[in-house]
């Protein structure tokens, strides 16, 4: 595992519990950014709720995955310095 995976991984599962509680809260002020905004002005905030339930979802997930060393068939682990 290369150094700054744990940051990385930390940070992405960090996000996702952001994301999750804005999606459970009482906040309005989230639901001002411009693409969930129109998310909410077309379908409705239970959709937008949605959207940020899926991105604290893909957040999570992709933590997990650095955490835990998973990597596409075509990335290499580094050795060394370069």
């Given amino acids: 595992m290369s150094y700054d ?3 990385v991984g930390g940070l992405s ?3 996702s519990m952001i994301a999750t509680f804005i ?3 009482p906040w309005d002020q989230p639901y001002d950014l411009r693409s969930i905004r129109a998310v909410r002005a077309r379908y409705g905030k239970p959709v937008a709720r949605g959207v940020w339930i899926a ?4 957040a999570f997930s992709s933590g997990v995955a650095i955490l835990g060393g998973i990597r ?7 050795v060394g310095n370069r």
């Fill in 5 to 7: 995976e744990p940051l």
């Fill in 55 to 58: 991105i604290a979802v893909a």
């Fill in 72 to 78: 596409p068939s075509y990335a290499e682990q580094q």
């Fill in 23 to 25: 999606a459970v809260g």
């Fill in 13 to 15: 599962i960090a996000l």
